[in-house]
């Protein structure tokens, strides 16, 4: 093998590893159900407005996430509107 072919398989090596590394990370990133569930499990007792603030989201966003959640049976939400906790299932 010559040293052109070493090179450009190194090259690609390092760009695919990049690639890789960048969709990790934005996949955890634009991952928002899986950011609901880790904010919902740090404090149960926050409100949607609340949670829309620290992830950043729009507040109809996230009724629609926790929606969908809530229809999957991932979470749920116990007791009343101002009292009550969300709870992450297992």
Request: avoid cysteine; charge should be negative.
């Given at each position: 093998?010559?040293?052109?072919?070493?090179?450009?398989?190194?090259?690609?090596?390092?760009?695919?590893?990049t690639q890789s590394v960048t969709q990790t990370t934005q996949s955890k990133e634009n991952d928002p159900e899986k950011n609901i569930m880790e904010l919902i499990e740090q404090n149960p007792f926050l409100?949607?407005?609340?949670?829309?603030?620290?992830?950043?989201?729009?507040k109809n966003t996230l009724k629609y996430?926790?929606?969908k959640m809530k229809e999957k049976g991932v979470i749920e939400r116990v007791g009343t509107n101002r009292k009550g906790k969300w709870i992450v299932k297992s």
């Open positions: 093998m010559d040293e052109g072919n070493r090179e450009e398989q190194t090259t690609q090596s390092v760009t695919q590893t409100s949607q407005k609340q949670m829309a603030e620290k992830l950043n989201l729009n996430y926790i929606k």
